[in-house]
């Protein structure tokens, strides 16, 4: 079975612009959930989707957002970017949404992450 | 905040020997799953293990082996016979956030020198 495939795998952009990032996660998972990773904060949740419906959302602006499609792939945007946005975006697949079942959170498959730089 | 600690930040080992990763959590469920993940320098995260909170056995793959006490809210991850392939980061995550997500810890950097 493929992995989780997330592209592009590099990007970078200047302040102010905007950027899509998107995520195919494993054949059959419908969760799909998004973490930023920064040498200072460590990995940070920042949304899941499950049947195209966020389901939770981390502590991040609202420049922070996502979909996710029919066949459970997931896009994240970031508006308005700023410098502090520079990071690996993580996206991750489990069969099961969060939360189903109290403390017991699914087991999540990444993939590569998008290395950003806002310039 | 019920978090997860590493408190290794760097671990630094000649190849073959044993390294010990430690991990500390804190939560208020009594169910909850506890993972270990690798991040080599490629940057993706690969699962290595889930231990649910009701299984206390210790369990060993290979040269992997982890140690779960409950008492102790630790979970830690030895590394036997360690070779340069297993420089990564490790990190250590535990479930039931708030959001339904996963809390990881900081993580902590391995390097094997031959």
């Known amino acids: 079975k493929a992995g989780v495939t997330q592209t592009p795998r590099y990007l970078i952009k200047t302040r102010g612009q905007q950027v899509t990032l998107s995520c195919s996660p494993i054949?059959?998972?419908?969760?799909v959930s998004w973490y930023q990773q920064t040498p200072g904060q460590g990995l940070q949740f920042l949304f899941e989707y499950f049947s195209e419906t966020q389901r939770n959302k981390g502590n991040f602006p609202g420049r922070f957002s996502g979909r996710q499609f029919s066949n459970s792939r997931s896009e994240m945007n970031v508006s308005t970017l700023e410098l502090g946005d520079s990071a690996l975006y993580l996206c991750?697949?489990?069969?099961?949404?969060?939360?189903?079942?109290?403390?017991?959170?699914?087991?999540?498959?990444f993939g590569p992450g998008t290395r950003l730089t806002v310039l | 905040a019920q978090k997860v600690t590493q408190a290794q930040t760097e671990i630094s080992v000649v190849e073959k020997e044993d390294v010990t990763l430690d991990c500390v959590y804190e939560?208020?469920?009594?169910?909850?799953?506890l993972f270990w993940y690798k991040q080599p320098p490629s940057g993706e995260l690969v699962f290595l293990i889930r231990?649910?909170?009701?299984?206390?056995q210790n369990e060993i793959s290979g040269r992997y082996s982890w140690n779960f006490q409950k008492s102790t809210s630790s979970f830690n991850f030895t590394i036997t016979a360690s070779q340069v392939v297993d420089s990564a980061v490790y990190f250590c995550?535990?479930?039931?956030?708030?959001?339904?997500?996963?809390?990881f810890g900081k993580g902590t950097k391995l390097s094997v020198k031959p």
């Open positions: 231990r649910n909170s009701f299984d206390e």
């Open positions: 995550a535990r479930s039931g956030g708030s959001q339904g997500n996963l809390i």
């Open positions: 991750a697949s489990s069969l099961e949404a969060s939360g189903r079942r109290r403390g017991l959170t699914d087991t999540q498959y």
């Open positions: 939560t208020r469920d009594t169910t909850y799953y």
């Open positions: 054949s059959g998972h419908r969760s």
